[in-house]
């Protein structure tokens, strides 16, 4: 737990202050970059940023308002809502994952 903690605290700090953004947002982010077609069912990204469906309503919306993702109807199910990865989105990706992988590397290498 004392790991976990420790690894999140400084994705969270090394994110925000080097690409405006949190582990919550990168985790999405990262799932649509690395889904078919950059995309998926928002009840899918909740599953994958592991908060609650209201809480990651919040992350899309908020999301959506910065132009790294847009919301659209699921053809297969009207009921359903997508996430798209916008190029704003994938770019921002771009540039966060390596910062991400090295906070990762060096935060498991001083806790382990």
Partial sequence: MVRHAVVH???ERELQARHGIGVSEFEALEA???????????QDLTDVVHLS????????????????LERALCEAD?????????????ERHLEAQP??????ARTLRETG
């Fill in 9 to 11: 605290q400084s994705l």
């Fill in 32 to 42: 649509l970059a690395c889904s078919e077609n950059t995309q998926c069912r928002a």
């Fill in 78 to 90: 009207r009921r359903g809502i997508l996430v798209v990865l916008t190029d704003e989105g994938r």
């Fill in 99 to 104: 910062t991400h992988r090295s906070v990762l």
């Fill in 53 to 68: 469906q209201s809480a990651a309503s919040r992350l899309i919306a908020r999301m959506e308002r910065e132009g790294f």
